[in-house]
């Protein structure tokens, strides 16, 4: 047993601690997220919130335009974020940036009150601005503390956080708007559960498993053997490969898949409670809480894909590309066909709606075994860089969807115009899938360590006659023998 313990490391070790707390990030960010979705109905509709606390007047397009603001600062700071992350490590950069966002959104109903949308709008975009490192350095966390044969389970468990921090900000949202807290509670206990999360984080995280403080010698052993890396500090040496990374096709197809999954997932977000409202007649409560169930089941799905997918890692014929574009085609044409039919259902058929939107939502959880930890088996070096590339560029279609919805659906919404709204995403979730299928890889790709591409390259052409050589760090440099000769 001791043996095995050290070969594999502790079933539940530090790298678990690290993973747990980065669920509880991401469930955090994505709680001061989605908070507004439920919030705008209640802040324009005064019988859906304490009648004590001010309403306004927005309209669908006013309200599309804040539903989206927080993205365009988000999209700014994501490749920035990734750099920082992957030189400095990951640690004090979400401490700050997630603070800092708890901040901003216990002030957020002083901010409608003083400037209206407007102020409001410019809070929301520094909201984005200061959770735009949070995908990145999550990715940059589990590139250094996830074991190669544990990356997809721990990937998926960190990134459930999401769902989590979803599921319970919209279930309980509708229940704090009515009660006497208002519509302003919503952003008043989101936003101070930022400041327990921060406590925590500042004593248990770390960066790397070298600076890690209890970490047992054996676990830090097995995940630095599992993953190649030995040194201490979370820095990568040299300039970051730009060329070679913006012209892999690989890459290129992961950036398509990550933008047309956010579309149709963030449009499917920011607009369930409006469409539960405007179509399905739903009031603000049960519409909350029903809002929720879709995400609910994404975050079960997650445990049972986990558990899938360990199967097909045990069957010796599957390999890993066809594990990633396998669960990837589940999380995107599945919905794809559930978003078509959704076109078609009516106020008369509430419940099928219901259903087809949790299948939608619930069933892209395999997307997590999909693209979305495809940046680490492309370039583990380089992996919070690559999600800041993707999830900026992809969040670009996050705030862009909202808007869409505002352009096609008017102030008296009608079951066509959700119609197009939803066959939009479904031809998004179509294509986006198609290319990763046809151009995603899953091996290391040569400019991931282009010290060693280099050495390998040189080591090819070098005759065995000539005096032996070390290939150290790029640089050829005589060795010298024993006999003092070079």
Known sequence: MEN??????????SRHVQCFLCFCCLSLCYALRVNLSVAIVAMTDSNSTDSDFETYEWDAGTRSFLLSSFFWGYIITQI???HIAQKYGAKTLLLIGVTLCSVLTILTPLAADIGGWKLMFALRVAQGLLQ???????????AKWAPVEERGALGTFCYSGSQFGTVVMLAVSGVIA??????????YISGAMGFVWAICWFFFAASTPAEHKSISPEEKKMIENSLGQVDSTPKVNGPTPWIKIFTSPAF???????CTHMWGFWTLLTQIPSYMKDILGIDIKNSALLSSLPYAVMLVLSFFFIYLSKLLGKMQNISLSFSRKFFNSIGHWIPMISLIALGYVTKEHATLAVVLLTLTVGISAATYLGFQVNHIDLSPNYAGTLMGITNGSANVMSALAPLCVGLVVSDKPSVEEWRMVFFIAAGFYFFGNLLFVILG????QPWNSPEDALAKRLSTIIDPEMPALLLNGGE???VIKENGNQ
């Open 252 to 258: 290129i197809s992961l950036i398509v898949v990550h």
């Open 132 to 142: 735009g490192s949070v995908h990145p350095a999550t990715h940059a966390m589990l």
């Open 4 to 13: 095995k313990e050290k070969n594999t490391g502790p079933r539940i070790g």
């Open 476 to 478: 050829v440099k005589p």
């Open 441 to 444: 890889k899953t091996n290391v």
């Open 178 to 187: 009515q009660s006497s807290l208002g519509w302003p509670g919503i952003f």
């Open 80 to 82: 920035p974020g990734g």
